[in-house]
């Protein structure tokens, strides 16, 4: 009896421990970086997820929060394909993401 208790006591202690970690470790969005453009250009997050931005395209680009709540994050210039930069979003609201070497490089990110 007492063996039954302490594995199943330690499958719940298991359970919440992974629960816990995935609560905390969300997976993170991968929006490309291309010649003009962000792909997607709408994206839906949890707090504290993480987006990382990959470069796909040949042109120097930036990631660059223009609007929205925290602190102004940039990745500043970069160049070439498969380059990331990633940045975790800690406040609700919604962001405004722009590269500021290209007035036509615009999308949204919502953070619920």
Do not use: Q
């Amino acid at each position: 009896m007492r063996r039954t208790f302490a594995i199943v006591a330690s499958l719940a202690v298991a359970g919440t421990l992974f629960i816990a970690s995935g609560a905390a470790g969300r997976a993170s969005e991968t929006v490309d970086v291309g010649d003009n453009f962000f792909d997607p250009g709408r994206v839906k997050i949890h707090k504290n997820d993480k987006v990382k931005f990959n470069w796909v395209g040949t042109e120097e680009h930036d990631v660059a929060r223009a609007k929205g709540p925290g602190r102004f994050f940039e990745s500043g210039p970069i160049t070439g394909t498969g380059v990331l930069y990633s940045h975790r979003f800690k406040k609700k609201g919604t962001y405004k993401i722009i590269c500021t070497l290209h007035e036509e490089m615009r999308m949204r990110l919502e953070v619920k």
